[in-house]
């Protein structure tokens, strides 16, 4: 059982941002995230203008292991790879990470799992799951 208390959490959303189900505790805490903004130039002349700054991708690694235990890890991980994929069957719009007082609402722009350790039969008992979202459509937020 994976205690709840300050970790950080992942929930799927639906079309309008809303949450859909539980939300998920990672195993472990991230050790870190990451967060772009895009910049826009247009070229004036011979020079360039700064037109507009928009919020970019937002990238987190979140580590699960099941290494004690001798299973598969991927039976943690399969149900957040599948909380996420809309061809999984659910209709999930995107995704909230909450941790503390970090927050970010976006749409799964893409999912990594990177295998770290195997027992002597090939199984793998520990990953490393990245999540990158792209920010959460402006005409789809909700009004505060």
Known sequence: MIATENKAKLSMLDAEGKPIGAPIPVQFNPDKYSKS????????GQTLQWT???PGDFTVTVKFDSYEQRKD????????REML???AGRKPMG????WGKAVFKGVVKSIKEDYTLFLPDGTPVRSELTLTLQPWPRELQIPR
């Open 85 to 87: 994929d809309p061809s």
């Open 95 to 98: 995704c909230l990470f909450q």
């Open 52 to 54: 507009k700054t928009a």
């Open 73 to 80: 890890v991927t039976r943690m991980t399969k149900k957040i």
């Open 37 to 44: 903004w895009n910049l826009t130039w247009q070229e004036i």
